[in-house]
Nanobody
Framework: QVQLVESGGGLVQPGGSLRLSCAASGITFSIYTMDWYRQAPGKQREWVAAITSRGSTNYADSVKGRFTISRDNDKNTGYLQMNSLKPEDTAVYSC????????WGQGTQVTVSS
């Protein structure tokens, strides 16, 4: 069956960096657009970034210039490089593959705090 597994979250100080990974299995990863979303406690889920099968990218204004989305289709893995992290970036980050029925990972916690 299809599985998406995120990793790379953790605790980081403001100004620090993290790289999240989203490993896909059971699906032809390369043909799908991949999104990253995040959800902070008490807030609605927020779209963060997207990358198409051809590598075109798009970002939410809140992360533009600080986050970079990428993918390695040979490894069936997507990434979110997060730099200059702020406390307001604290959230559970999840990846999604867009298809007739969307596929979601379980999420990884990112906490930005001193």
């Amino acid at each position: 069956q299809v599985q998406l597994v995120e990793s790379g979250g953790g605790l980081v100080q403001p100004g620090g960096s993290l790289r999240l990974s989203c490993a896909a299995s059971g699906i032809t990863f390369s043909i799908y657009t991949m999104d990253w979303y995040r959800q902070a406690p008490g807030k609605q889920r927020e779209w963060v970034a997207a990358i198409t099968s051809r590598g075109s990218t798009n970002y939410a204004d809140s992360v533009k210039g600080r986050f970079t989305i990428s993918r390695d289709n040979d490894k069936n893995t997507g990434y979110l490089q997060m730099n200059s992290l702020k406390p307001e970036d604290t959230a559970v980050y999840s990846c999604k593959l867009r298809s007739a029925r969307d596929y979601w990972g379980q999420g990884t916690q990112v906490t930005v705090s001193s």
